[in-house]
């Protein structure tokens, strides 16, 4: 593949991904033709290959884009996720890169941000703020030797009472962008957006919320924010834990669940979790309004 399409870059060859994705099993790609059509919550797909001599864990994503690293594995990812989704990416999150790694970083330890370790990463949706999130988020699993889990918490086994589905289901919630999107002077890809937190079919409900940095809109709104509250307590109830192990990739619908991730001591020594990421949306269009061009940056 590489001798047709030159030096592996994925912001040039996520353009043709979903031209060579239709060389995969075609039990790969009914998987993700279910997964798109059930609207499949949390879907996990293993025993993908990762290479035999694959690179020390990288102290963070910046010195993962300067080494180069895990080449052969994000081919793998973007091959796969080109089935379910088009890629696209962050102008602010790693300088704008197709392909995240999420990695432990020194001095990022407690963030909000791939890089945290030590703090546990809130339950929350993936760009929760803004309109144009993804619709899925795939994450592969290249080292993981300490079994540390991925939290999700389903929308279907959140069983709350009517009372507070409905003020969740009111445009009542300021949803603020995340540490990963603010720069340093405190702008962000995108405003800050009013809404609800639940939304969608009735019979299943779709999520939208970052326990960090979601809030009432109206400071003075007291219900709101213990709604809240109250639903971070059923979240709470209802979290389960899936570890991934090395050449296993979840695959999260980013309407249908929140996720996190449990707290870790990193040792920086390059055996630490290490997965890649991309954000994946249906219609790439969506992007393409955001951008006002044809870009898969949303800046």
């Not at 993962?64 to 990416?89: D, T, W, Y």
């Not at 990463?121 to 760009?127: P, V, Y």
């Not at 988020?137 to 389903?154: E, F, M």
Request: glycine share 6%.
């Amino acid at each position: 593949m590489l001798e047709e399409y030159g030096h592996w870059d994925p912001g040039h060859f996520v353009t043709h991904a979903k031209t060579v994705a239709e060389s995969l099993p075609i039990r790969v790609r009914q998987f993700f033709r279910r997964i798109q059509t059930d609207e499949t919550d949390v879907a996990v797909l293993s025993g993908l290959p990762l290479s035999n001599d694959l690179e020390p864990t990288p102290t963070g994503w910046d010195m993962a884009q300067k080494n180069g690293v895990g080449h052969r594995e994000e081919i793998v990812l973007m091959l796969c996720s080109a089935v379910l989704g088009e890629p696209f990416a962050w102008g602010n999150q790693q300088s704008g890169r197709i392909m995240h790694d999420v990695c432990p970083a020194p001095g990022k330890e407690r963030s909000e941000t791939s890089g945290s370790s030590t703090a546990p990463l809130s339950l929350h949706t993936e760009d929760a703020f803004h309109h144009c999130r993804c619709d899925h988020v795939a994450l592969y699993c290249l080292r993981n030797q300490d079994r540390i889990g991925t939290t999700v918490v389903r929308a279907d086994r959140l069983d709350l009472p009517e009372r507070l589905s409905g003020i969740l289901s009111e445009k009542r919630f300021h949803h603020r962008p995340d540490q990963s999107h603010v720069g340093p002077h405190g702008h962000s890809s995108g405003a800050a957006e009013v809404d609800a937190i639940l939304f969608g079919p009735p019979e299943a409900r779709y999520l939208r919320i970052d326990f960090d940095d979601t809030c009432a809109a109206d400071e003075d709104d007291h219900a709101a924010t213990e709604a809240i509250a109250e639903l971070y307590r059923y979240a709470c109830t209802a979290q389960e834990k899936v570890v991934l192990e090395p050449g296993d990739a979840i695959f999260l619908d980013n309407y249908r669940v929140v996720h996190g991730r449990d707290p870790f001591q990193p040792r920086y020594d390059g055996t630490d979790r290490w997965l890649k990421r991309v954000n994946l949306i249906r219609d790439l269009r969506r992007v393409f309004m955001a951008t006002e061009t044809r870009s898969r940056i949303v800046v």
